[in-house]
């Protein structure tokens, strides 16, 4: 009798599923694109290769593991759009932690519910966004923080929680600023990135997505490599991507549809990221689109709704536009036939599903 290997069934297409991890499938990118540029976050005015990205990557995985944090620890991340998110997103994937997604704009009660369910050893957050002041909320949450110090908070209400990390700086002395991370590490902690990389698992879980609470309180989904390499990489096939897209995301990092069919569709694909703003803006998603000559943009359908009633509309260029994602809510038939014709997205995929 043969010997019987363990195998991984489907049916869905002629395509084999892919059995590698979310750093493997950055790194081969890198490889492959190296020179290629990665990731356009216009409001912060940054312009990166896959290259470029690829060494931020791993100085801040290099710097996480010199903060102790050990593989299956969570990291939170609760911020808008913006370079500090990819990073995060693929540096914990690397060092073997569990990102946990936090909508920026959760209050008290569901920030403190967030944090408490998922037990996260370390938080990255925007000290403010619009009209919160995440610093002030934590501060409301721990009144420890007020003597406490980087890597060492001892709160009551969160005894997990260790390290609080400012994509900006912050002048609160119980948190350290995201460049800080980076600079934490030696050599001995990029050997221990390495090792870590080498002994990921496809099935190890990776992150945690929080299902929206529509019928009741949220719950704590965990997915793992092989789930959301493989949701990206199809997608993008659906969507025919290549190398030579560029991917508008307005939408959000904290959801799947930013995180997984967005940045981490285009990595598997080897396109170009680009945010056109920190939150949905339809001006500067349609700006981003015209000088940036993206060629695929995702949103649910309210978003392309704003997009087609925004005064400048018909004065930007946004015939390069093929294809991209319509998802979140039901789209409208006449809805549909408007984008396909006045925005150009002839090849635009409706998509659907659970966290």
């Known amino acids: 009798m043969s010997e019987v290997s363990p195998s991984y069934v489907h049916g869905a297409s002629d395509i084999e599923l892919k059995g590698e991890t979310v750093g493997a499938c950055f790194d081969h990118t890198v490889a492959r694109h190296s020179d290629k540029l990665a990731l356009i976050s216009r409001h912060e005015n940054a312009r990166l290769t896959y290259g470029e990205l690829a060494v931020r990557v791993d100085a801040f995985a290099a710097g996480l593991i010199a903060m102790g944090l050990e593989p299956g620890d969570r990291v939170g991340i609760c911020a808008p759009n913006g370079v500090a998110w990819v990073v995060t997103q693929f540096a914990t994937a690397k060092a073997g932690l569990i990102l946990v997604n936090i909508n920026p704009a959760y209050r008290l009660g569901e920030l403190d519910y967030a944090l408490?369910?998922?037990?996260?050893?370390?938080?990255?957050?925007?000290?403010?966004?619009?009209?919160?002041d995440y610093m002030a909320m934590l501060h409301e949450l721990m009144p420890e923080l007020s003597d406490a110090s980087p890597g060492l908070?001892?709160?009551?209400?969160?005894?997990?929680?260790?390290?609080?990390?400012?994509?900006?700086?912050?002048?609160?002395?119980?948190?350290?600023?995201?460049?800080?991370?980076?600079?934490?590490?030696?050599?001995?902690?990029?050997?221990?990135?390495?090792?870590?990389?080498?002994?990921?698992?496809?099935?190890?879980?990776?992150?945690?997505?929080?299902?929206?609470?529509?019928?009741?309180?949220?719950?704590?989904?965990?997915?793992?490599?092989?789930?959301?390499?493989?949701?990206?990489?199809?997608?993008?096939?659906?969507?025919?991507?290549?190398?030579?897209?560029?991917?508008?995301?307005?939408?959000?990092?904290?959801?799947?549809?930013?995180?997984?069919?967005?940045?981490?569709?285009?990595?598997?694909?080897?396109?170009?990221m680009v945010f056109s703003a920190a939150g949905f803006d339809a001006g500067e998603t349609l700006r981003a689109i015209a000088d940036e000559g993206c060629t695929a943009l995702h949103g649910v359908p309210t978003m392309f709704i704003a997009a087609l009633d925004e005064p400048d509309f018909k004065t930007l260029d946004l015939t390069r536009l093929r294809t991209g994602v319509m998802a979140g809510a039901p789209c409208p038939v006449e809805l549909m036939k408007r984008v396909m014709d006045e925005m150009h997205l002839a090849q635009i995929t409706i998509a659907y599903g659970m966290t």
């Open 153 to 272: 908070i001892n709160s009551q209400a969160l005894p997990d929680l260790d390290w609080i990390v400012t994509i900006e700086e912050s002048e609160d002395k119980a948190a350290m600023a995201f460049g800080e991370v980076a600079a934490m590490a030696g050599d001995e902690h990029r050997c221990q990135l390495a090792k870590r990389v080498a002994m990921l698992q496809f099935d190890d879980p990776i992150n945690i997505q929080f299902t929206s609470g529509t019928t009741g309180t949220p719950k704590a989904a965990t997915l793992t490599h092989h789930n959301i390499v493989n949701n990206a990489y199809f997608v993008g096939l659906q969507m025919r991507l290549t190398a030579a897209d560029r991917l508008c995301i307005p939408v959000p990092m904290y959801h799947c549809f930013g995180m997984v069919l967005g940045t981490l569709c285009c990595v598997a694909h080897g396109s170009t």
């Open 116 to 132: 408490k369910t998922v037990g996260c050893r370390a938080l990255i957050i925007s000290a403010r966004y619009k009209t919160s």
